[in-house]
């Protein structure tokens, strides 16, 4: 059987075995180069996913710097309210005693202005009340005026003290009138006053 049987040449082995290491090299390349296709699309993913997180904290970040910005305008805001309520107990140790002493200055002017006004002590502002205030001014410092006129028969004195006592209590009634009406009976007693103001100075010799 031997010499019926064809041997294989020796350049048909060479040739196969050439054949299969190209073969084997081409499958090498391919598989090397869809690797690199799969590595490729796999960093566009990552990069695209990396892409995408930037973006959502930036828009996250953009907001919370939005709303910050919101609530430092807000003056009644949970954080600016903590912020005053902070501030409030390092300052008002310090500034309650100014405070006191600035209204205590003010409110003093204010009494001495309104008693000049008035034409009394500042002392006696507390007795002098209401709309009419000023007209009980005039009513007692009258009446003071008026005791120190020489009044040998006495009449003089005693009718005058009796219109001002008059005068006094329709002060007194027209603080319970309607505004309008109130004004109109001040202006009555107003002038009323005025003619014994000038009797009693002239009783005391100021013309």
Do not use: C, W
Not at 47 to 69: D, F, I, P, S, Y
Not at 80 to 101: E, N
Not at 127 to 142: E, P, S, V, W
Not at 170 to 178: K, L, S
């Amino acid at each position: 059987m031997g010499l019926f049987t064809k041997r294989t040449r020796r350049p048909s082995r060479r040739a196969q075995a050439k054949a299969l290491k190209h073969k084997a090299g081409l499958e090498a390349k391919l598989a090397a180069k869809n690797d690199r296709k799969s590595r490729r699309a796999e960093l566009r993913t990552q990069r695209k996913v990396a892409k995408q997180q930037v973006a959502t904290l930036k828009a996250e970040e953009k907001a919370a710097l939005k709303l910050a910005a919101k609530a430092e305008r807000d003056p009644f805001s949970a954080a600016q309210i903590r912020k005053y309520i902070g501030v409030a107990r390092v300052l008002i140790p310090v500034l309650a005693p100014l405070a006191y002493r600035g209204a205590t200055i003010i409110r003093g002017q204010l009494d001495a202005r309104r008693a000049q006004q008035l034409g009394i002590g500042v002392e006696q502002l507390g007795d002098f009340t209401g709309h009419g205030a000023k007209l009980q001014a005039r009513i007692a410092n009258t009446e003071a005026a008026l005791d120190r006129v020489q009044d040998t028969s006495g009449d003089f004195v005693a009718t005058t003290k009796d219109r001002l006592a008059g005068l006094s209590t329709a002060v007194r009634t027209a603080e319970q009138m309607p505004a309008a009406r109130r004004r109109g009976v001040h202006a009555s007693i107003s002038h009323e006053l005025s003619g014994i103001e000038a009797e009693v100075l002239a009783r005391l010799g100021v013309r």
